[in-house]
């Protein structure tokens, strides 16, 4: 006697109204957060919120709005990430080799 498989269901995405980018920068309007914050938000990885920052970073200009960045800073000796490029925190400041970095802040500013 052979039993028939049940057939499975198929895999059914969590519902959203918005997408992913549309709920973070829904967030960031009007308020300063690391991408941590962001991430607990939005319930997506940090390594994720980074990606969408970066996306976000170069197509908010065509809706007038722009993502402003706090650069990271060393809680150690109080250098500050002004020149930095990448959004993601630094491992450990250049100056005195600290590794007690305070990440970086976003917001979107119309």
């Known amino acids: ?3 028939k498989a049940k057939p499975k269901e198929p895999f059914v995405p969590a519902e959203r109204q918005d997408t992913l ?4 920068i829904a967030i960031l309007q009007g308020q300063t957060l690391s991408a941590k914050d962001i991430s607990g ?3 997506i990885s940090e390594k994720d919120v980074y990606d969408h920052l970066a996306h976000i970073e170069r197509s908010t200009h065509a ?3 722009h993502l402003t960045v706090t650069p990271a800073e060393c ?5 500050v990430f002004k020149k930095r490029v990448r959004l993601k925190k630094p ?3 250049p100056v005195c080799k600290g590794e007690q970095i305070q990440e970086p802040l ?3 500013n119309a």
């Open 91 to 93: 491992g450990r400041c």
């Open 106 to 108: 976003f917001t979107i």
């Open 21 to 24: 980018r549309h709920e973070i």
């Open 1 to 3: 006697m052979v039993k």
């Open 75 to 79: 809680l150690k000796c109080g250098f």
């Open 41 to 43: 938000g939005v319930h």
């Open 63 to 65: 809706t007038g709005h």
